[in-house]
C-alpha cells in the first residue's frame, strides 16, 4: 500500500500535468489494425518458407571466384561516377564568371591570328623552310665531316704522324704551317721543345 | 476471452499448432507493441515499420525463448530495443545530412502527423515530452500512459526499479515545468 501511494505522489507535484486528458491522442488509418494482423501472419509464412537447395539454382562456371572482381571492379566504376569535380578541385575567385568573356576574347584573337596569316602568300612559308633546311644539312655534312675527321686523326699515334711528316711534307706544307698554326699551338711547341732543339733541327733540316 | 501467454507458448512449441499460437500472439499484443513503439516514434509509418520488425524477431526467435521471463516482458523488450535502435539511427541521420534528405524530426512528425486528434494540451503535452532524452521518454510513458508497474518496467529495461522511480520523477518534474511555463 504503501508502495502504491508513493508512485502517485508525483500527481501533488504536477497539477498541470494531471489537468491534461490521458486518452490516447494518437490515432491510425482506417481499419489498419484488421489489415497489421493479416501483414503479420503473411510475413511470418513468408519468413517460414523453406529455402530450396542451392543445387536448384546451377551457377555459370567459376561465378564465386570471379564474384569479388566483379563487385570490386563495380564498386571503383560507381566510385569515379561519384567523383565530384566540385569537391575534388577548387577553382580561383570567380573562375566562371569571367570564363565565358576570356573564351570570347580567345576566339577574337584567333581569328584575327587567321587573317594576318591569309595575307602572307602561301608559297612564302615553304621556301623559307627549304632555305633553312638547306643550311642546316649543308652545316651538318662539314660539321660531321671534320668531326669523324678529327676523331680518325686522334687514333694515330703521334710518332706516326711525324714519321709520315718527314716523309711526305713539302716546302709548301711549311708555308701553310705558318700561316695555319694558332698562337695556342704555338705555346704547346714551345712548352714541349727547347730552343736549342729548334735550333738544331732547324740547322740539321734541308728544307 | 484473451489466451494466456503459457497457451501461446505450449501450441508454439507444437509443429502442428505454431501458425495458431502465432496468431494467437499477434492478435494478443498487436495493439500494445504498436501504441508502445508509436509513442517512441511518433509518426504512424515508421511504427508500421517497427512493429513488422518486432513480430518478425518474435515469430524467429520464440523456439529460443526461455520460461525465465514473462512472454509479454519479453516481447516489450524487443519492441524497445527496437525503438531505441531506431531513434538512435534517425538521430544520426540528421545529424550528418546536410540537406532535408535526413528525414523529419519527431516534433515535426508530431505536428504534420494526419493521425493526431489530441487537442491542444495534449499536442504541448506531447511536444513537452519530445524535449526528454529517449529513454526517460520511453519510462514516462510506460508509466504514465501504458500504466505499467515499475517491477514490470524494470525487467523490460533491465533497469533498477530505484532508477526508474527517479526516472520518471525527473520526467515529471521537467513536464510540470515546461507545461506550466508555457501561456
Not at chain 1, 698554326?181 to 733540316?205: H, K, P, R, W
Not at chain 2, 487537442?119 to 526528454?132: E, R, V
Request: without cysteine.
Amino acid at each position: 500500500m504503501k508502495t502504491k501511494n508513493s508512485d502517485q505522489d508525483w500527481l501533488k507535484e504536477a497539477p498541470t500535468l494531471t489537468k491534461i486528458s490521458k486518452k490516447n491522442p494518437f490515432s491510425v488509418p482506417y481499419a489498419y489494425f484488421e489489415s497489421l494482423n493479416d501483414d503479420l501472419k503473411t510475413l511470418a509464412t513468408l519468413e517460414s518458407l523453406p529455402l530450396k537447395n542451392e543445387e536448384d539454382y546451377p551457377l555459370p562456371l567459376h561465378y564465386f571466384k570471379q564474384l569479388p572482381d566483379k563487385i570490386n571492379d563495380r564498386a571503383a566504376i560507381e566510385a569515379t561516377w561519384n567523383l565530384s569535380p566540385e569537391t575534388a578541385f577548387q577553382v580561383p575567385d570567380n573562375y566562371f564568371d569571367s570564363l565565358k568573356e576570356r573564351i570570347k576574347s580567345r576566339i577574337e584573337k584567333e581569328k584575327e591570328s587567321v587573317v594576318i596569316k591569309k595575307r602572307i602568300p602561301s608559297w612564302i612559308p615553304y621556301s623559307a623552310a627549304a632555305s633553312i633546311l638547306f643550311v642546316l644539312g649543308l652545316s651538318l655534312y662539314f660539321n660531321s665531316s671534320g668531326y669523324v675527321f678529327n676523331k680518325q686523326l686522334s687514333s694515330v699515334p703521334d710518332y706516326e704522324i711525324i714519321n709520315y711528316l718527314q716523309i711526305h711534307s713539302t716546302v709548301n706544307d711549311n708555308q701553310y704551317l705558318i700561316e695555319n698554326i694558332t698562337e695556342d699551338g704555338l705555346q704547346q711547341v714551345s712548352i714541349d721543345l727547347s730552343a736549342e732543339d729548334i735550333e738544331q733541327y732547324i740547322n740539321s733540316t734541308s728544307l | 476471452m484473451q489466451v494466456e501467454d503459457f497457451e501461446i507458448l505450449e501450441k508454439f512449441s507444437r509443429e502442428s499448432t505454431r501458425q495458431e499460437a502465432f496468431n494467437l500472439l499477434i492478435n494478443k499484443y498487436q495493439q500494445k507493441i504498436y501504441w508502445h513503439i508509436r509513442r517512441l516514434v511518433i509518426d504512424h509509418d515508421d511504427t508500421d515499420d517497427l512493429v513488422q520488425d518486432v513480430f518478425i524477431k518474435v515469430w524467429k526467435n520464440l523456439p529460443n525463448f526461455r520460461n525465465d521471463s514473462q512472454l509479454f516482458t519479453w516481447i516489450y523488450r524487443i519492441a524497445t530495443n527496437e525503438s531505441i535502435t531506431f531513434l538512435n539511427k534517425k538521430k544520426k541521420k540528421n545529424n550528418i545530412s546536410l540537406d532535408d534528405s535526413g528525414g523529419r524530426t519527431l516534433a515535426e512528425s508530431l505536428v504534420d502527423s494526419p493521425y493526431f486528434d489530441g487537442d491542444k494540451a495534449q499536442m504541448k503535452l506531447q511536444k513537452a515530452l519530445l524535449t526528454l532524452p529517449d529513454k526517460q521518454r520511453l519510462v514516462f510513458n510506460m508509466k504514465y500512459f501504458e500504466d505499467l508497474k515499475y517491477e514490470e518496467i524494470s525487467e523490460i529495461l533491465g533497469t533498477s526499479i530505484g532508477a526508474l522511480k527517479a526516472s520518471f520523477h525527473i520526467a515529471v518534474k521537467k513536464i510540470e515545468q515546461i507545461l506550466s511555463h508555457s501561456d
